[in-house]
């Protein structure tokens, strides 16, 4: 089992950028592919991004691809999100999850950490 706690959120205008963390506990944060989600007021959760294991295949929503960046650092047990060119529509409370696949899937993640808000002014 992992737990995850995120941080980094807050308001922004845009155009501005922020950096998420997500950091796990626990001694096995190299056997989960990792993956950054959100979700916006009235609105169902979203993939934004995810990490393989190994690092080696990452993926990407389409709405985000080329301003967002997920890496992690399994020596830290933390897994990043570096958000540029921030858009209000990008207004969202951002929660990292953790899954045992092999793969980077877009769904049925196994664990959630409690989320951060994301608040980006026009």
């Known amino acids: 089992q992992v737990q995850l706690v995120e941080s980094g959120g807050g308001l922004v205008q845009a155009g501005g950028s922020l950096r998420l963390s997500c950091a796990a506990s626990g001694r096995t944060f190299r056997n989960y592919a990792m993956g950054w989600f959100r979700q916006a007021p009235g609105k169902g959760r979203e993939f934004v991004a995810g990490?393989?294991?190994?690092?080696?295949?990452?993926s990407y929503a389409d709405s985000v691809k080329g301003r967002f960046t997920i890496s992690r650092d399994n020596a830290k047990n933390t897994v990043y999100l570096q958000m540029n060119s921030l858009k209000p529509e990008d207004t969202a409370v951002y929660s990292c999850a953790a899954t045992h696949s092999l793969s980077v899937p877009r769904n049925n993640y196994d664990y959630w950490g409690q989320g951060t808000q994301v608040t980006v002014s026009s």
């Open positions: 990490i393989s294991r190994s690092a080696i295949v990452i």
